[in-house]
């Protein structure tokens, strides 16, 4: 039985992995521009365009349906073509691995970085994710998305992250934005926790509100999270590379007068 769920979700994740036409209206990142922005810890979300992230991306309500976590060449290994592997991932094929950058060519992508992280805990992100290489991808998470993704069903959205939360539990094994999540988690530095507002016991502040966080499952975490967290900031390559508007090359150009007069 195990062998046939393994062949059945090995073909599985290779029919989720073929190429789907998408609509989407954003542009491909520029690969240079991302090399000299990107720094280690840093989270890469991709706007993929497969059929698995047709499903991921409804599911989630999101632009995003793949995240992976920038570790520089901390690894010291290199693809075919000398490349630094510069990143690691959960594929749904091959598990968890080493990508080079060129992995998301004519992908949108959009960088999140985390603030205010010590070198102390960057690296200890970085040695976390390194750890976890060669580890499967969840295959029942696999089943779980085939499952909604043919046809794509009118799903509530209260329940479509739990949809993406039906993985097996096995700790050898994750999905992108799980991968990461706990790789934050393992230096508890926050992504989208959950927030309990009580009463202080301080006599001195009677009327004060308090914080208490506390974590939230490394399976309930999506892509699209560490878009939309608190703690991690919208890193655009186009703007940190000396964007300047004036340069831009239009196709229609502006009458001479105009320009004559932008420029005084």
Not at 15 to 23: A, D, E, G, K, V
Not at 121 to 141: A, C, P, S
Request: glycine content about 8%.
């Amino acid at each position: 039985m195990n062998f046939l769920a393994r062949h059945v979700g090995s073909w599985l994740g290779h029919w989720l992995s073929q190429p789907h036409h998408n609509h989407g209206a954003s542009l491909p990142t520029r690969l240079e521009l991302l090399e000299k922005t990107l720094q280690p810890g840093d989270v890469l979300l991709v706007e993929g365009e497969t059929r698995v992230s047709v499903a991921i991306k409804y599911l989630t309500q999101s632009t995003w349906s793949h995240a992976a976590l920038y570790i520089g060449d901390a690894a010291g290994h290199y693809g075919p073509s000398g490349s630094t592997l510069c990143f690691v991932e959960a594929d749904i094929i091959e598990g968890v691995r080493l990508v080079g950058l060129s992995e998301f060519d004519g992908l949108h992508c959009r960088i999140c970085r985390p603030v205010g992280l010590s070198e102390e805990d960057r690296q200890r992100i970085i040695d976390y994710g390194l750890t976890r290489v060669g580890q499967r991808y969840d295959l029942k998470n696999v089943f779980d998305l085939a499952r909604y993704l043919i046809p794509t069903p009118p799903v509530p959205q209260r329940w479509r992250r739990r949809m993406l939360a039906l993985g097996s539990g096995d700790p050898t094994r994750a999905i992108c934005s799980t991968l990461i999540a706990q790789c934050f988690q393992s230096v508890r530095y926050p992504i989208l926790p959950d927030i309990e507002l009580r009463a202080t016991d301080r006599k001195d502040c009677p009327g004060c509100i308090e914080e208490i966080l506390r974590i939230r499952h490394h399976s309930l975490f999506v892509p699209r999270d560490f878009d939309v967290s608190p703690y991690f900031q919208v890193i655009k390559p186009t703007l940190e590379n000396g964007f300047e508007y004036r340069r831009l090359n239009w196709a229609d150009r502006l009458p001479e007068a105009a320009q004559q007069g932008a420029s005084t």
